[in-house]
């Protein structure tokens, strides 16, 4: 079955980078039109999309977001990494990873559990 | 860039039925996907393309969307149907994901 498991620092200081990993089961991300993408969520608000990778690897990011984020992957590994530089308070939040099984439609089928990321000094 | 408007809140009676809007511009022309999320949980596809149920969800839930209105539709609401609800489009011109900014759900 299809799993997704973010990984990575519950607490990250103000100016440091913040590297997440999303390990996933269940698919590969080398068929055509499958994509990885990763959303955030802080406490009490709404998701905001962050960035996305394809299986092409084309990636897209968030146009608010761009100059700080990175998104890669490892295939072979089975999985995706997001970078985000110059991190602040402002950036604590859940952090999710989601799979997107066809760029047709854009619609996420499967999410991990979402790592909470902290920032502070 | 793209946006969606959602109520912040939407309150519904034991075993009647509510519906939360989605906004945006000629929204009619794209594939609207529903999420629920409950507190402490991440967000469960409810609705895809619009319309469709993916396996597992209660036929309770339904959505349509035309003009600039997408409407997610819960009928005989549970008191486990509390949570919030997120509307989401993929922008494919862009291309960039929109989420919309939430609707909790209250079943009175």
């Known amino acids: 079955q299809v799993t997704l498991r973010e990984s990575g620092p519950a607490l990250v200081k103000p100016t440091q980078t913040l590297t997440l990993t999303c390990t996933f089961s269940g698919f590969s991300l080398s068929t055509s039109g499958m994509c990885v993408s990763w959303i955030r969520q802080p406490p009490g608000k709404a998701l905001e999309w962050l960035a996305l990778?394809?299986?092409?690897?084309?990636?897209y990011y968030s146009t608010s977001l761009k100059t700080r984020l990175t998104i890669s992957k490892d295939t072979s590994k089975n999985q995706v990494v997001l970078t985000m530089t110059n991190m602040d308070p402002v950036d604590t939040a859940t952090y999710y990873c989601?799979?997107?099984?066809?760029?047709?439609?854009?619609?996420?089928?499967?999410w991990g559990q979402g790592t909470l990321v902290t920032v502070s000094s | 860039s793209y946006e969606l408007t959602q109520p912040l809140s939407v309150s519904v009676a034991l075993g009647q039925t509510a519906r939360i809007t989605c906004g945006g511009n000629n929204i009619g022309s794209k594939n609207v996907h529903w999420y629920q999320q409950k507190p402490g949980q991440a967000p469960v596809l409810v609705i895809y393309r619009d319309s469709n149920r993916p396996s597992g969800i209660p036929e309770r839930f339904s959505g349509s969307n035309s003009g600039n209105t997408a409407t997610l539709t819960i009928s005989r609401a549970q008191a486990g149907d509390e949570a919030d609800y997120y509307c989401q489009v993929w922008d494919s011109s862009t291309p960039h994901v929109v989420f919309g900014g939430g609707t909790k759900l209250t079943v009175l």
């Open positions: 990778i394809d299986w092409d690897d084309d990636k």
């Open positions: 989601a799979r997107i099984p066809n760029t047709i439609y854009g619609v996420y089928d499967y």
